[in-house]
C-alpha cells in the first residue's frame, strides 16, 4: 500500500522557520508528483506548493518568496521549507501525491502548524 507520513509540524513564532517533511512508502516515489496542502480550521484545504517528477516546483502566492518545496528521490521524501512564518499560516499540513497515471491520489495523515507568539 502507498503510504505518506509526514514530521516536522510544531509550534514557531511569527517569523521562524519549520521544515516539513514526507515520506513514501509502497510505490515509485519518482513517478509521483507530490504537493503540500493546508487546512486552516472552518477553511477549505489549499494547495501551497507542488513539485514534479523531475523538481520543478509551483507555489501559491501565500507561499512564493517564503516557501521552498523539494524533493529527495533516493530518499523517497519530499520536503516543505517555511520561512518567514506567519499567523495565517497556522493549518494543518498535508503531504499529497499523484502518480504520472493519475488511478488515485494519496495523502498523508496531516502535521499541525502553529505560527503563535
Known amino acids: 500500500q502507498v503510504q505518506l507520513v509526514e514530521s516536522g509540524g510544531g509550534l514557531v513564532q511569527p517569523g521562524g522557520s519549520l521544515r516539513l517533511s514526507c515520506v513514501v512508502s509502497?510505490?515509485?516515489?519518482?513517478?509521483?508528483?507530490m504537493g503540500w496542502y493546508r487546512q486552516a480550521p472552518g477553511k477549505q484545504r489549499e494547495l501551497v506548493a507542488s513539485?514534479?517528477?523531475?523538481?520543478?516546483?509551483k507555489y501559491a502566492d501565500s507561499a512564493k518568496g517564503r516557501f521552498t518545496i523539494s524533493r529527495d528521490n533516493a530518499k523517497n521524501t519530499v520536503f516543505l521549507q517555511m520561512n518567514s512564518l506567519k499567523p495565517e499560516d497556522t493549518a494543518v499540513y498535508y503531504c499529497?501525491?499523484?502518480?504520472?497515471?493519475?488511478?488515485?491520489?494519496?495523502w498523508g495523515q496531516g502535521t499541525q502548524v502553529t505560527v503563535s507568539s
Open positions: 513539485i514534479t517528477r523531475v523538481g520543478i516546483p
Open positions: 499529497n501525491g499523484k502518480p504520472i497515471v493519475l488511478a488515485n491520489e494519496y
Open positions: 509502497g510505490s515509485i516515489f519518482s513517478l509521483y508528483t
